[in-house]
């Protein structure tokens, strides 16, 4: 089959591996310090000596593998993480989440509707790549990898309550929650995709002054 040329010549953005440091870098602007570990280094229980963790869970969602004859791959939630993460809320640390799949790969495991205190309705959030009043990239691009259709993320109890909502289809977009001991802030839409580095730093001066509210 033939396909179009439109795209002919374009550079499209993917995945630049550095997503600590555009976190960090809005981070340090609001004068906040931290420091950065891998998935399988949280997972160890390494670096654990802040008050809240910031999971940045992109685009990821569980994958099958060729003809699936190999177990499944790339979940956003493996079972290791889901241990580290219930010990760390244990132990009062608060979680910053963000992530384009993070309700819909969990739909009905019960993992984030008791430690995150969301749920994930049905269909997606939005296709028109506004959160609240910003801009995320939804469209493939030069800048950064493009989100097109991320969850939607409902309250799972009294606990919890809708932070942000994507204006154009009126669902919401993020949730907080106040868990035993902890509290947690999950966004639908991955920090880093947000096009205005100032709004990256208001979502994020927004994010962590809810956490820090009794």
């Known amino acids: 089959g033939a396909s ?27 004068g906040h310090s931290f420091c950065s ?27 099958i593998v060729g003809s699936g004859a190999m177990p499944a791959r790339y979940s956003v939630f493996p079972e290791e993480l889901k241990s580290a993460l219930k010990e760390w809320c244990g132990k009062g640390g608060n979680l910053l989440v963000s992530g384009a799949n993070i309700g819909s790969d969990e739909r009905g495991s ?26 995320f990239y939804s469209r493939p691009n ?14 799972a109890s009294r606990k919890a309550s809708v932070m942000l909502i994507y204006p154009l289809t009126n669902r919401p977009a993020a949730v907080s929650f106040k868990g035993k001991g902890y509290k947690t802030v999950s966004i639908g839409v991955p920090i880093e995709t947000v096009k205005s580095e100032s709004d990256r730093i208001k979502l994020l001066k927004e994010s962590l002054q809810e956490l820090q509210t009794n």
């Not at 374009?10 to 550095?18: C, M, P, Q, R, S």
């Not at 993992?111 to 049905?122: A, D, I, K, N, Q």
């Not at 493009?146 to 409902?154: G, H, I, Q, R």
């Open 142 to 155: 030069s800048e950064c990898y493009c989100v097109e259709s991320p969850d939607a993320l409902e309250p």
């Open 4 to 30: 179009l040329t439109d795209k002919a010549g374009g550079i499209v953005a993917g995945n630049t591996f550095d997503f600590p440091y555009v976190h960090g870098k809005a981070l340090m602007a609001l």
């Open 37 to 63: 570990v891998s998935r399988e280094a949280f997972c160890e229980r390494r670096g654990w000596n802040c008050s809240t963790a910031d999971i940045i869970c992109g685009k990821q969602r569980t994958s």
């Open 110 to 135: 019960g993992f984030t509707e008791s430690l995150l205190g969301y749920s994930c309705p049905p269909g997606p959030g939005t296709a028109a790549g506004i959160m609240g009043d910003m801009e």
